[in-house]
Structures are given as C-alpha cells and as structure tokens.
C-alpha cells in the first residue's frame, strides 16, 4: 500500500516537507503520495522579498517564487492550489476540502498529515480597518495590491502619497523604505516606546535616531484607535490614521502589526497548542501525542536554547529548516531540528539591524544575572573610505560568562551579518571572553583590527571581571 501524506499549506514548511519526504523515501526505494493543499493562488515564494519588490529593487513579483506550482507537479507533488483544508478529523484520518473557487467541498483521506498553515498578520479591529488603502503585507497578492494602490493615489494627487506604517517591527520597517523608495511622505506609527521592540529600547532609540535621519517621521507611545475614511463610488478609502495621542493624513496605511501562528484548524482538530499560540511538536517535527501528525514553520512554537523555553518566532528560516527535518523523518529518516537562539536581520535604507538570543528583558525573566558590554566602532578600519559608524551591544551571564545575546545597529554594509559570529558564540554556549578572542577575520575594508563584535564581548568580558 501506497502512504498517502497530505500537506495543508504550500509554501514554505509544506513544500520543504513535501519536497524533503519525496526524496528521502525514494532514497529508501519507498514509493508514497503527497498531495498539498493551497488555499491561495501562490506557491514556494519568497514573502522575505516582498518589501524589496515593492521598493523596486525586485523586478517582479515571478522573481520571487523559488519553484512554481507545475515544478512541483513534476517532481512529483499532486500540488492543488485554491483549495482550502476547512476540517481535520485526525482520528478518522481526513480532510475536508474546499475548492475556494468553485465552492465545493470533497473528504480526502490521509495515512500521514502535516499542518503547515502559517502564521495570520494581526489586522485591529477597530473602525475603518477594512477600508480601502489599508493594507496587510503578507502575500505576493497583497504586495500587488499596495503597488496598485500607490499608483492609483499618484493619479489622484500632485503631491506626494502620505504613508502610515502601523507598527515598527522589522516588516514595518522594512516598508518604510519601500514607500520612501516610491517618493512618499512616511510616518511610522506604533504603541512601544521605541521602534524594534525585538531589541533593547537603548538600541531602539539608535534605530529611532537613524530612520528619523532618513526623513520618516517616528510616532511611538501611540495606540491606534481607528482609521477615518471618506467615500468614492460607492466605496470608502482611508483618509486618516486615529491615534490616542494623534491624528494623522494617510493615502495610504501599511500594516505590520505582527502576527499570530494560524491553528485555527489545528486546534479545532484537538491539536495541542503551547503558552506562545503554537502547536507543539517533538524535535522532529512530530505533533506531540499525535501518531502521523506532523507541524512545521510559523504555525509551531520552538525551542529557545538559551532561555530554554518555548517560543513562537514566525521566520522562513526556521520555516525552512523546520520543513526540512520533517520531511526527512516522513520519508523514513532521522532528523530533528535542535532550536532557536533568536537571530534576525533587516534594514531600512543603509541602517541595518540584527539581533541574536536574549534582550534585557528576556535576561531578566528567564532569571539571568547579567553584564552589558557595547561599544561603538565602525564597519571598516576607521581610515578606510566608506567606513560607517556601528553599535555592538552584548549580554553575558554573570558567573559563568556565557553569552545570553547580542544586538547590532550600523548605518552601513556589512553591519547586520556580523550577527552570524555573536549566533555561532551562542549556539556553542561560549563566554565573552572566548569570542572576544576567536580568530576572526580582518582586513580594513571588512572591519578595524579588533572587529565591533569582539570589542564588545571584550567589555563583557571585562565587566564580567568586575
Ligand atoms: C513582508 C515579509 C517579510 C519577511 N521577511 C523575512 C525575512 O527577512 N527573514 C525571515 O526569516 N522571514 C521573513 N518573513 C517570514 C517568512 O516569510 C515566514 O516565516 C515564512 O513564510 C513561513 O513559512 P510557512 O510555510 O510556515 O508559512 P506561510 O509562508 O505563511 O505558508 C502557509 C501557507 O498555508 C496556506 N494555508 C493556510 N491555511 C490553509 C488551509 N486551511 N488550507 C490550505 N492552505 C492553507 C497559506 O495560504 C500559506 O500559503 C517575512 C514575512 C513577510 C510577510
């Protein structure tokens, strides 16, 4: 008999999974059915790359799509697309399917299922919220959206578009620059003190400093109220950001408000879920007390190795690698995916930003005793043309040494990736001190002699020894 796997949710994690299971069963000369379910029109594409498809550094939106839909049919994968999983019954081992549309339903019965639906972007409510130009950034459909609506506010107006950007987390930040990139005037608009609450507000403030440089006008201690509208043909468009502290023009509003993990259908299925939203999974991808019921990508919590907790980090990177382990295991094989230590990265303009492990506050309520050690240095050899100024800043643990996380604001190329040193120092549980004196590379146009990374773990180090 022929293993029939059903996927819910073709992007990422699914088709990692999809793709991973085909290959490592063939390998074991099995031979099994995969057929992934996907409710919207895309597949396989890159939602990482929307913001700079929007900004233009993309030309289009096909540049995006790592394998199409027909690619996958040929390697094997009964992929059908606009067909939604409504219903999971797990002990009779089906799914009950909606062809969005035509309307019609279908059971289609599965010996293994994995649930890889994603995450769902937080949309307020709150009055106006469904008005025209108020736009969610999550799908190839929505960035073809905003570009549509761009073009139709140019039409309409001689002077510039008036952007909000409801939240400042890396998406919206991250659209920030792409609607500067289209000539717009830009305020970002969120309730936290400080933009990138993934960071300390001290590193916060710099981003703050840095995108205010840039001529973006930063709201922060500002919950949203409501959007007003104003009404054309029948319809009603966005005309104004309400706030608690303001009111703001807007052509246009982009939302970034975060995300939940999407286990609407999990959950009704009797899936557990974890503190964090997510369904929780063994290290190999397993839904926990579940037999043939696997999880992946945004829609699962993960393991934090330095906290040592589980945590809902919705990032294609572990999407991926997630998706990745599964498959293997579906196949036949042995994998598990070992965790988390909380890296990022992104960038508005030239400012980049990234972070790894834990912020103060994570430090703190994980009960770590633990020193600062910052510096401010530059991306280059100081003398070296281009050199741009960067903030390193590190959390050791009071004690034993170790690293708990580090954090990185630069105005120029090459700051954001010197968080992969502080991510490798974190995953093998090393000191300040250690890193401070790893062999790392230099030369002037890469970084000064002692790279910012090892300066600031040397003050770690240093504050260590008190
Ligand atoms: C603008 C933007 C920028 C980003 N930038 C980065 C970045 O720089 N780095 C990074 O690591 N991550 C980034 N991400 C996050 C990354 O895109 C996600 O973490 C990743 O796509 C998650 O993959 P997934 O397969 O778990 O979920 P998704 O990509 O959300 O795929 C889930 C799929 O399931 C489908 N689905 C849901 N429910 C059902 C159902 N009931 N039936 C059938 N189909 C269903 C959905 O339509 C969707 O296609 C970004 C995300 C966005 C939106």
């Known amino acids: 008999m022929v293993r029939r796997i059903v996927v819910l949710g073709a992007d990422a994690a699914g088709m990692s999974a999809a793709s991973q299971a085909l290959r490592v069963a063939a390998r074991r000369g099995e031979s099994i059915e995969v057929v992934a379910l996907e409710r919207s029109h895309h597949t396989s594409y890159s939602a990482c790359g929307i913001p700079y498809w929007v900004a233009g550094d993309v030309a289009n939106q096909q540049t995006l799509v790592a394998r199409t839909a027909e690619q996958h049919r040929r390697n094997g994968?009964?992929?059908?697309?606009?067909?939604?999983?409504?219903?999971?019954?797990?002990?009779r081992r089906t799914v009950e399917v909606c062809e969005v549309d035509a309307g019609s339903t279908s059971t289609l019965g599965f010996d293994e299922v994995v649930v890889a639906t994603g995450a769902v972007p937080v949309r307020p409510d709150v009055p106006g919220a469904d008005a025209a130009g108020v736009i969610g950034i999550q799908t190839l459909d929505d960035g073809a959206r905003l570009l549509g609506w761009l073009d139709d506010v140019k039409r309409r107006r001689s002077s510039p578009c008036r952007a909000v950007v409801v939240g400042a987390g890396y998406i919206g930040v991250e659209m920030a620059e792409a609607l500067l990139r289209h000539g717009c005037e830009v305020r970002i608009v969120d309730r936290a003190p400080q933009p990138m609450t993934t960071l300390d507000p001290d590193m916060g403030t710099l981003v703050r400093a840095a995108i205010e440089d840039l001529g973006v006008d930063v709201v922060t201690g500002a919950s949203l109220l409501g959007f007003e509208v104003e009404s054309h043909d029948d319809n009603s468009r966005v005309r104004m950001v309400v706030t608690d502290r303001d009111s703001y023009d807007a052509d246009?509003?982009?939302?970034?408000m975060g995300v939940r993990a999407n286990t609407d259908l999990a959950a009704a299925a009797g899936l557990p879920t974890g503190a964090r939203g997510g369904i929780s999974t063994d290290p190999r991808m397993a839904v926990r007390g579940q037999d043939g019921v696997w999880a992946a990508g945004d829609c699962v919590e993960s393991f934090d190795r330095i906290s040592q907790r589980w945590v809902h980090v919705a990032l294609g990177t572990h999407a991926n690698k997630q998706g990745r382990v599964l498959g293997t295991n579906l196949g036949g094989g042995h994998a598990k995916f070992p965790g988390i230590v909380g890296s990022a990265a992104s960038k508005i303009c030239a400012l980049e930003i990234a972070r790894t492990g834990l912020r103060e506050v994570d430090a703190s309520e994980a009960g770590f005793q633990y020193v600062v050690g910052r510096v401010e240095s530059t991306t280059r050899a100081g003398y070296f043309p281009g050199s741009k100024p960067l903030t390193v800043k590190m959390l050791a643990e009071q004690g034993?040494?170790?690293?708990?996380?580090?954090?990185?604001?630069?105005q120029g190329a090459g700051s954001a990736q010197r968080i992969d040193a502080c991510a490798i120092a974190l995953w093998n549980e090393m000191t300040a001190a250690e890193l401070a004196m790893t062999d790392l590379s230099y030369?002037?146009?890469?970084?000064?002699?002692?790279?910012?990374?090892?300066?600031?773990?040397?003050?770690?180090?240093e504050a260590l020894a008190g």
């Open 443 to 461: 030369a002037p146009p890469f970084s000064p002699v002692w790279d910012p990374v090892q300066i600031a773990a040397r003050n770690a180090a």
């Open 77 to 91: 994968i009964d992929l059908r697309i606009r067909h939604e999983a409504i219903a999971l019954d797990v002990d």
């Open 252 to 256: 246009v509003v982009v939302l970034g």
């Open 400 to 410: 034993s040494g170790r690293l708990l996380g580090a954090q990185i604001v630069g």
